[in-house]
């Protein structure tokens, strides 16, 4: 079968665990019906009913009404499976926009932004057609300095994810686990001293984006 051919995921609808999750419906609401007549017959035979009971029929309302809304994703459970390779080529992708918002590099590391844009300009996907904007609320310098040093740093990490086969691809969590499941790289004779380069970069970008809130406050 030709990958063109193959659908990009299937759906399946989980009969059995259907037919539970909608007894299981049924029978607890019919419980819940009559826990409420009990509980309005009771208020009509109280001349005027007490704060406290009124305040627990309210809680037994909202934890009810909660219950409610979280039957709706058990009402049909399904399973799907995905066919990574019925993706059409390269050139018949459409271009995807990648939106990442920031408002306060107070409250938002910058550092942590920065591996986030990081990881969506690294992402698998033809980078003709890969659009990644970082929308700043603050308009901050902090931020802006951050991301002139991220699109240094870039240039030599997409290349290294490229060539490698980098799986994670987020440079925070690269090269801070000292677990790194790199044997098949190894194997190609430059993977260690591109590595060791990647680490004296990314150490040093870490640096600047570290210091660089305190530096411009003053």
């Given at each position: 079968m030709e990958s063109s051919s193959l659908p990009l995921h299937?759906?399946?609808?989980?009969k059995l665990s259907a037919t539970?999750?909608?007894?299981?419906?049924?029978?607890?609401?019919?419980?819940?019906?009559?826990?409420?007549?009990?509980?309005?017959c009771s208020f009509l035979q109280t001349t005027p009913p007490s704060k406290l009971h009124i305040l627990v029929f309210a809680s037994e309302l909202l934890l009810s009404l909660l219950w409610l809304f979280h039957q709706a994703y058990l009402w049909r459970p399904v399973?799907?499976?995905?066919?990574?390779?019925?993706?059409?080529?390269?050139?018949?992708?459409?271009?995807?926009?990648?939106?990442?918002?920031?408002?306060?590099?107070?409250?938002e590391p910058t550092l942590e932004v920065m591996n986030t844009v990081l990881s969506a300009m690294?992402?698998?996907?033809?980078?003709?057609?890969?659009?990644?904007?970082?929308?700043d609320d603050a308009s901050s310098s902090v931020t802006l300095q951050a991301m002139r040093e991220a699109c240094l740093f870039s240039r030599s990490w997409l290349p290294f994810c490229s060539k490698f086969g980098i799986k994670s691809r987020c440079p925070k969590a690269y090269f801070a686990d000292q677990s790194l499941e790199y044997d098949e790289e190894r194997e190609n004779p430059e993977f260690d001293e591109h590595l060791h380069q990647f680490i004296q970069n990314h150490e040093s970008n870490k640096s600047i984006l570290l210091f660089c809130p305190n530096n411009c406050c003053h």
């Open positions: 299937l759906c399946r609808p989980q539970i999750n909608r007894l299981y419906f049924l029978l607890y609401i019919i419980a819940l019906l009559g826990h409420f007549y009990y509980r309005t399973s799907r499976k995905v066919f990574p390779e019925g993706l059409p080529e390269n050139k018949l992708l459409p271009a995807i926009d990648v939106f990442i918002c920031t408002a306060d590099p107070k409250k690294a992402l698998d996907y033809p980078p003709e057609k890969l659009h990644v904007y970082l929308s």
